[in-house]
């Protein structure tokens, strides 16, 4: 079988967010941390839903919700690294999520080019 790019990116980087949660929770950090852990773990999860997509349609719908969700998790990110609310460093989360944000929207345009033309 094939590896999906995308879906293997977004697991790790869900596991990530765990481990960022758990750091956070240690911290008693407890309005971030599950903040992060919602949206940083929803973007895998949404990408799966999109593999198993019933029309072209339902795939770009999918892959848009885990967009905004990488896109919201970046923001939280942003938070935790500009706020100091945390000694935590974030870079290597941060780079991660730029660089599936840009795969992502990638997909959502290539998709709805795609599906235009049909």
Do not use: C
């Amino acid at each position: 079988m094939k590896e999906n790019l995308i879906a293997t990116k977004t697991f790790s980087f869900a596991l990530l967010m765990i481990d960022l949660f758990l750091e956070l929770k240690k911290e008693n950090e407890f309005i971030l941390s599950k903040q992060i852990i919602r949206s940083g773990t929803s973007i895998g999860a949404n990408v799966e839903e999109a593999i198993a997509a019933q029309s072209k349609r339902d795939f770009i719908s999918k892959i848009s919700i885990a967009a905004k969700e990488a896109r919201e998790t970046k923001y939280w990110l942003r938070l935790i690294h500009e706020s100091k609310i945390s000694e935590i460093n974030v870079s290597q989360p941060l780079e991660e999520i730029e660089h599936i944000i840009n795969i992502l929207t990638k997909i959502v345009k290539t998709s709805q080019q795609s599906e235009s033309k049909t």
